[in-house]
């Protein structure tokens, strides 16, 4: 999926209110950083909090992209924090 497009779909999921859904919540991210937005997924992980039902789901998100996104480093240091 191209970024372009990814950004107008998390637009569009902000504006209709389903980013409270805690399926959003997850796939948001996952979306942004297979379309090359790894800065919005990011932004999105830290600024938190999430819904206790999709916790971990979003931090098993965020380890798979930055290890999908060549940033072992951060990989092992962010599953190291969620242990």
Known sequence: M???ISEQ????????GFGS???MEAALPDMCTRCGRMA????MFYQG???ESCSSIIW?????AY???G???DTLSLFARAN
Not at 9 to 16: C, D, S
Not at 60 to 64: A, D, F, G, P, R
């Open 67 to 69: 290890a999908r996104n």
């Open 2 to 4: 191209e970024a372009k």
């Open 40 to 43: 919005d997924a990011q932004k």
């Open 60 to 64: 098993t998100s965020m380890i798979c």
């Open 21 to 23: 859904n805690a399926c």
């Open 71 to 73: 940033q072992p480093e």
């Open 9 to 16: 779909i998390h637009g569009f999921i902000l504006e209709v």
């Open 49 to 51: 909090p999430f819904s």
